[in-house]
């Protein structure tokens, strides 16, 4: 896409080259196992420190400090010239990508704000604070073993276990400077209104005008204009006046005249995208300018059908938890996320479930243009309580509202397995609590399909998910040929002691998916695997084989999702080790996956 710069943080919302400073590298870090910083006002005198790599966590050898020990509080610092680099009219606003847990940030002793939450995108506008010459920035987060703050993956205790990992404290996304026009747009929402071939454009803008309120002449607004493209060509423009912040706007994308089908369509195997660009002017002055993108797709349920642009859709999913072997959860760098990308795709999938993280968002960027479905994962807490409500509700919409506008995310995943709400069985307060984020979901976004506790044990949900690690793919055959009706009236449990609903729910005819199954490892390789361990390759492939297509014989499931696309520390049940080397042929899961078999038709 035009808009894109290589390594820009935030690539459905660009700027001019000029106007962003990444500030990832090394910066000073010292731990507070005491926790005396803010007492000893570290914030305007910081301590000796050693230096670390942000945006890698001290527990990420590639940080260059790598200790896997729980330290609850760490303190960051730089120095960050301003005068070189923007006019004294710019909003000098700093981004975090992500940053775990509590982040409280000071900008030259003076303090700026703070923000609670591990996932979601957060910034904080210093124009006020930063003058000519160097700044300080002091950065204190807090991070502990609490299971009502969204962990994900993250262990809540001394070692890891089971399927939890070595925690990640503080930074670990991009941290970057951009420098906004005093009068901008803020934020952009593009829905694609597919049927109708157009583009519903919400954008909120920030600007000193005010319509009078006397009898005086009104002043002229400043204007905002969308224009989009399609690899070059002009599809269509659009100027509305700025009289107020928020506005809203349609752009037709059929009578156009650039293709005889009407519009461009994004989908796996020709994911088309078009450009977009918005300028905010006034009497021929651009006082701003956004570059983005979009792609024209639906996602609709259809009884038991799930449909991608009208056409029935068979979802070939892996999960995927984007662990790195020396960078933790953070991604080595741009390309590591293509490369997975690519094997992802050279294995047959079509798609990834990313697991209890939401990842980098030029992640989602390259699924946008390479044409991969993902399902987007809450992080999960794992106590059911009033603050574990809060901060789930919270950082979630933060998510959803921040992503929304990526064609290659389709499904929306708030809860995974009961997690964090364990007595969802028989419990109305909790039951309450994922039928109230299914419908706050479904009030920002009543486009995509939201699947309300992954795995089992469902409530509201559009889609119903089930997590069976049956080892035969005869079994798995009979098992879900034979007695589906009776696993989906809960008469009995389809992976031997968790049923298909809570109490009081039923199923209504919603689509059928296998979201988690498989998990094969290899004997000889520490760690573990679901099930018995295999032997050779030979025997892998085999067993592969025979539980994936006796889901795809089965009718009435219309996708699946295996386990997984990688090593994971103590988990070694990837198709892939954690440097990323295939341990079969993908040449032969690719023929698997794609084998014709069950409502295969994309």
Known sequence: ?????????????????????????PWDFVFDDRNEGIAGEWFRSFPDARRILVPFTYEAPQSGIGDPDRREVVWYHRKLPVETHTPTDKRVVLHFEGSDYRTELWVNGDFAGAHDGAYARFSFDITRLVRDGENDITLRVEDSFDTD?????????????????????????????????PEHIASVKMTPLFSEGKLKIEADVRTGYSIPEGPEKSPAPPLLEAAISFKGTPVTSMVIPVTKKHLELTADLVNTGITEWGFFRWEPDNPQLYDISFRLFQDETTLDEVLSYFGMREVRIDGSNILLNGVP???????????????????PDEEALITDIDKVLAAGYNGVRKHQKIEDERFLYWADVKGL????????????RDRAVSNVTREWMEIVQQNYNHPSIITWVPFNESWGVPAIKTSRAQQCFTEAIYYLTKSYDPFRPVITNDGWEHTVSDIITLHDYEERGEDFFERYSGSLDAILDNVIYHNRYKSAFAQDYGYRGQPLIIS????????GDPGWGYGNKVSTKEE??????????AIKKIDRICGYCYTQLTDVQQEINGLMDMDRNFKVNPDILKEINQRLGGRLTR
């Open 1 to 25: 896409m035009k808009s894109y710069q290589h390594g820009y943080p935030r690539p459905q919302f660009v700027r001019e080259p000029n106007s962003w400073i990444n500030l990832n590298g």
């Open 149 to 181: 703050q969204p962990r994900g993956k993250q262990r809540w205790k001394d070692e890891s276990f089971g399927c939890w990992y070595i925690q990640t404290t503080g930074i670990w996304k991009t941290v970057w400077l951009e420098y906004v026009p």
């Open 313 to 331: 859709l068979y979802q070939r999913l892996i999960l995927d938890q984007g662990y790195w072997k020396a960078s933790r959860l953070t991604p």
């Open 373 to 384: 479905l993902v399902w987007s994962e809450m992080a999960a807490a794992y106590e059911y």
């Open 516 to 523: 988690e199954f498989g998990g094969i490892a290899f004997t």
């Open 540 to 549: 892998f492939i085999k067993r592969f084989d025979a539980i994936t297509t």
